[in-house]
DNA sequence: GTTATTTTTTGAATATTATTCATAAAACTT
DNA sequence: AAGTTTTATGAATAATATTCAAAAAATAAC
């Protein structure tokens, strides 16, 4: 893919992207300033966190989605939120939950391939704190982030 | 909340926004419109899907995420997507994977509380198809939709 | 390797759309 | 009911996206 295009898609993934103030009034039929008024409240007041986009990922490079639980080492239960937010750094983590139950941690990854994911699943899994890890791969989305695929 | 806030909220979590090109162009060192060109490009071969907001959940009564593992019942092993599907319509549901292991479908579902998830549950998981099922709750995230909370 | 063809970039002109602002209306407070 | 804050509105403006024709670059064909 084109080197622009990567870089597209790579700032669009975490924002910069605005609401369509005046289609969204036309479909409240309501007016547009009032529409911007409202949306700069929802801003201001942190309920709208980002605009971004959504990828049809496989075309992306990243198509292969999956779903990692994680135990940490005895050692680390005492601040499982730094190694939470360890992996939330890196850009193939799409989402990072500690959860309730026998795992500690759910994150959510996307690579290009099963072999990609050993790759990155090597650096990714290796930080200090993490014990065992169980792979949930993906076979087929239906909807991501709260959008319909296909 | 303010209703015409509730139907914004609606309708940017799904899509209606549209990308900064101007700003992505300042960022890239980039001129406009060849960042519109490229954009218009992965618009037409279905590289970007949507453009949509990311809130802060709790905000937006969705503040309890539930992770639900999904067993079919051996009669609807032939077509898990039609299931899939019908998950994939409610709102409330974020993503649906149809997934490798012991579990056929992993369902990302967000409500208000754990007294409101077990209202959803049953209507959710009442779909004929669906046998054992098996909740991991989010105590916390850190990341969503690949950006960072808070 | 040169020519032809397609794709991408560019800058100027235009069209859309967001934003600002002053005022009015509505919703809460006391 | 009067005062105060929040929200809605329309007109004016600013900012931004979009269109277009042309140039440049990249790719394919010979």
């Given at each position: 893919?084109?080197?622009?295009?990567?870089?597209?898609?790579?700032?669009?993934?975490?924002?910069?992207?605005?609401?369509?103030?005046?289609?969204?009034?036309?479909?409240?039929?309501?007016?547009?300033?009032?529409?911007?008024?409202?949306?700069?409240?929802?801003?201001?007041?942190?309920?709208?966190?980002?605009?971004?986009?959504?990828?049809?990922?496989?075309?992306?490079?990243?198509?292969?989605?999956?779903?990692?639980?994680?135990?940490?080492?005895?050692?680390?239960?005492?601040?499982?939120?730094?190694?939470?937010?360890?992996?939330?750094?890196?850009?193939s983590?799409?989402?990072?939950?500690i959860?309730?139950?026998?795992?500690?941690?759910?994150?959510?990854?996307?690579?290009?391939?099963?072999?990609?994911?050993?790759?990155?699943?090597?650096?990714?899994?290796?930080?200090?704190?993490?014990?065992?890890?169980?792979?949930?791969?993906?076979?087929?989305?239906?909807?991501?982030?709260?959008?319909?695929i296909?």
């Amino acid at each position: 893919m084109k080197d622009i295009r990567l870089s597209v898609i790579e700032l669009l993934k975490e924002g910069n992207c605005t609401p369509r103030i005046s289609k969204l009034a036309a479909k409240l039929h309501s007016h547009a300033t009032t529409v911007h008024y409202n949306i700069k409240q929802l801003e201001k007041d942190g309920t709208v966190v980002a605009y971004k986009a959504v990828f049809d990922y496989k075309k992306i490079g990243e198509g292969f989605c999956s779903y990692v639980l994680i135990n940490l080492t005895s050692d680390e239960y005492g601040d499982p939120e730094r190694i939470a937010r360890e992996l939330a750094k890196h850009p193939s983590v799409e989402s990072v939950d500690i959860i309730t139950g026998e795992w500690e941690m759910l994150v959510k990854v996307r690579s290009q391939s099963i072999e990609q994911y050993y790759e990155l699943a090597r650096t990714l899994l290796s930080i200090k704190g993490i014990g065992r890890t169980h792979t949930l791969n993906s076979l087929k989305q239906l909807k991501t982030e709260f959008v319909p695929i296909k």
